[in-house]
């Protein structure tokens, strides 16, 4: 069982930014994409940036799309989601996950395995 360890969240205002790391152990990352998802209070888990193991593809729900940026050190087996022009409708746990071989990069949870135990983002004046 790979264990993941998401870190970096916090309370930032509004136009604010944050970087969240996602560190796997116990597995060479280098084949596997790797995702972020959130889940608001009292809402469904949603797909927000999914990268691919060599870290050339990646794509972005359109909610996030030129504000996020996800990338990834397989070297320190480490993922990381760069969060700028942060918003209150940001505010969530944000989760990481490996993909599933086979599902390229996708946007649904089933196409993860793996979840960490997600880290705190709020976005609030």
């Known amino acids: 069982q790979v264990h993941l360890v998401e870190s970096g969240g916090g309370s930032v205002q509004p136009g604010g930014s944050l970087t969240l790391s996602c560190t796997a152990s116990d597995l060479t990352l280098d084949y596997y994409a790797m995702g972020w998802f959130r889940q608001a209070p009292g809402k469904e888990r949603e797909f927000v940036a999914t990268i691919s193991g060599s870290g050339r593809s990646t794509y972005y729900a359109d909610s996030v799309k030129g504000r996020f940026t996800i990338s990834r050190d397989n070297a320190k087996k480490t993922v990381y989601l760069q969060m700028n022009s942060l918003k209150p409708e940001d505010t969530a746990v944000y989760y990481c996950?490996?993909?599933?071989?086979?599902?390229?990069?996708?946007?649904?949870?089933?196409?993860?395995?793996?979840w960490g135990q997600g880290t705190q983002v709020t976005v609030s004046s």
């Open positions: 996950a490996i993909g599933r071989a086979g599902w390229g990069l996708s946007t649904q949870d089933q196409g993860y395995d793996n």
